[in-house]
Every structure is written in structure tokens, then in C-alpha cells.
């Protein structure tokens, strides 16, 4: 071929795939897709999301599906129409969810997961947590208080790819001392949704099989509100180990009333700090963040940032989650 014919070949596709995409000068738009505001972290995360966007000079239109997948990816297609700059995805399915990604990708738009990880699709960028840490954070915990004893595992919903991070983690402490025969595992479900009455029914149905179980992991703080509900039913609140993860505020006053053990606290700031600045450097055309790791996602391995958890606990409340300013004194100890 003429090397010439070549060289306006290579410099037409490079003009296809570029252009549009340098918007330094030009507003950046960017689209928020939620699951849904059913807890109470999902109002912070988009708060602290919102007001990183802004501050990057950016504008955010978010869209809350209502735990709906179907009703998500059909959020995605009018943001998509309207031409927005850049997708960051709180996936209501971690499997349905490559729909969304598939739909952008077909406008060159990119697409972020935020907190959960979408699968088998060519997804652009993945902020979350370590959730194989944050797992191992609270089986490692309750065993430094309880050694010895029967445990129960209350996980997360099954449609979210976090659920299984997080008993991998677990397991991962646990299942030495299981081998050992320290620890006995005598419950062990996940859940259809990360929700207080899914926490008390695998509760109830524990307590009713194992009533002299000394720890349960759930999934997360609502899950451990059911079960603590559970407990109080069974004449045992107060006296069973129970971790939980997100540091909500009713959790961290059960933590102070003694019903709850300990909570894991996520930089939610920080995770939408992360997520912003990455959507805003995608939508500019820029280069992204260096030093991330890779997640596979069943078809790539998906670049990805994760931030540390940390655990909260009766002693270290006003260390941890008060003074990073993420719940107040005053309310917690109300």
C-alpha cells in the first residue's frame, strides 16, 4: 500500500476515534446511575459524588432505579440519547448490568462500576473497596474475641458480586480454625437483598436450629438489624458477637447500646472522590489513574482502585467514624 494512502488511512480512523472527546474547554456531563436509595451510605455516596463532579467543573444528572435492572439499563439509553459524557454504573445486577455497559460502549461513551463490580462485559474502570478485606476485617475481628465457638454467615444478596468478595474473605480467616476444629460454621445462607427483614428471617431461622450460636457475620448493617431483632426475640440480644458493614447511624447505636459488636467503615469520600475524578479525566480524553490494580470480571481483567475499610467498633467510635466527620457525636450517642 502507498505509504501515503496509509498515512491518511491511520490519521482519518485516529480523527473517528477521537472525535468529540477533547472537552477541556467544553461542559462535561455526567451520568450517576444508582440502584436504588435504599440504605442510608447510597445519599452520602452521591452527595460526596455530586459535590467532587462540581468542584472538577462538571455537572451530574443522577437516576435512581429502584432496585430495578430492567428499569436501570432503560435509565441508561435516555442518558445515552441525550449525550452524556460518561457512565458511572451502581449496578442493580452485577450480570444484567453489562447491557449498560454494552449501550455506551456502542457511543463511546466509558463506563465506571462504582462500589460493585458489573460482569462479563469490557468494563472501563471499577472504584470500590476491598471487599475481600472488608471480609476479612470481621471474621478476624469476632475471632480475636471468640476463638473458639459456632459461627453462622448471614451474606449479602446473591445478585451482587460483593456478597461473595466478602464470605471469601471471611472463609479465608475462618477456615483455618474450621480445620482446626476451634470454630464450627452451623449457618451459612445468602440473601435475595441486603435487607433488615432478610437479616431477621435467616436470623430466626438460626436461632431456632443453633440457639446457642456465639457469632454471626452478616453481610451488612442491615442484615444485622434483622438480627438483632432475631435475637432480642430469642431472649439472646447482647450476648451473640454480630458484625455488620457500612457504619450506619442505628448500627453504631446498637454497637454503643452492646447489641451489636462492630461495623466496617468504608471511605465513602473518598471511594467518590476517586469515581469523580476518574469520570471527569474519561470525559476529558485524559490520562487516568496509574498505580491501579486489575479485577477480572469474568471477560477482562477491569482496572480498578480500591480503598481500605476499616473496622468500627464500642472503643474506637469517636476515632473512626465521627472524627472523619462521617456521623456525628451527638447522634450516634443519642
Same mark, same amino acid.
Given at each position: ?144 474475641i471468640q476463638p473458639q465457638g459456632k459461627y453462622a454467615l448471614i ?29 464450627? %460454621? *452451623?449457618?451459612? &445462607? ?7 427483614? =432478610? /437479616? !431477621? ?6 436461632? $431456632? ?101 476499616? %473496622? *468500627?467498633?464500642? &472503643? ?7 472524627? =472523619? /466527620? !462521617? ?6 450517642? $443519642?
Open positions: 500500500m502507498n505509504y501515503r494512502i496509509a498515512l491518511l488511512i491511520l490519521t482519518f480512523l485516529a480523527a473517528i476515534l477521537f472525535t468529540g472527546c477533547d472537552k477541556k474547554d467544553e461542559a462535561v456531563e455526567v451520568g450517576f446511575l444508582i440502584h436504588a436509595f435504599d440504605k442510608e451510605r447510597w445519599e452520602n455516596d452521591r452527595n460526596y459524588f455530586v459535590e467532587n463532579v462540581q468542584e472538577l467543573g462538571g455537572t451530574v444528572k443522577v437516576m435512581d432505579a429502584e432496585n430495578d435492572a430492567d428499569k436501570q439499563l432503560a435509565q441508561a439509553k435516555e442518558l445515552l440519547a441525550n449525550g452524556v459524557d460518561v457512565l458511572v454504573v451502581v449496578p442493580v445486577d452485577q450480570f444484567a448490568a453489562a447491557e449498560i455497559v454494552k449501550a455506551a460502549h456502542a457511543k463511546n461513551i466509558k463506563v465506571i462500576s462504582y462500589d460493585r463490580l458489573i460482569k462479563n462485559c469490557k468494563l472501563d474502570f471499577y472504584v470500590s473497596t476491598d471487599n475481600v478485606e472488608i471480609g476479612a476485617l470481621q471474621a478476624n475481628y469476632l475471632t480475636t451474606g449479602g444478596a446473591l445478585s451482587d458480586n460483593n456478597s461473595q468478595l466478602l464470605y471469601l474473605g471471611q472463609r479465608n480467616v475462618l477456615q483455618p480454625l474450621v480445620e482446626r476444629g476451634d470454630i464450627e %460454621i *452451623v449457618f451459612n &445462607e445468602f440473601t435475595e437483598a441486603w435487607e433488615e427483614n =432478610e /437479616g !431477621y428471617d435467616h436470623g430466626k431461622a438460626l436461632l $431456632k436450629e443453633h440457639p446457642d450460636v456465639d457469632a454471626i457475620i452478616a453481610g451488612n448493617d442491615e442484615l444485622a438489624l434483622g438480627v438483632i431483632r432475631a435475637t432480642a426475640e430469642a431472649g439472646r440480644e447482647g450476648q451473640i458477637l454480630i458484625a455488620g458493614m457500612d457504619a450506619d447511624l442505628r448500627n453504631l447505636r446498637e454497637i454503643v447500646a452492646g447489641n451489636q459488636t462492630c461495623t466496617v467503615y468504608k471511605p465513602y469520600e473518598k471511594l467518590a472522590a476517586t469515581a469523580a475524578d476518574l469520570a471527569m479525566k474519561m470525559a476529558r480524553c485524559e490520562e487516568c489513574e496509574k498505580t491501579y490494580q486489575t479485577v477480572s470480571n469474568g471477560e477482562m481483567l477491569v482496572p480498578t482502585v480500591f480503598h481500605s475499610g476499616m %473496622i *468500627v467498633n464500642k &472503643e474506637n467510635l469517636q476515632l473512626t467514624v465521627i472524627s =472523619e /466527620g !462521617y456521623q456525628r457525636e451527638e447522634e450516634v450517642f $443519642k
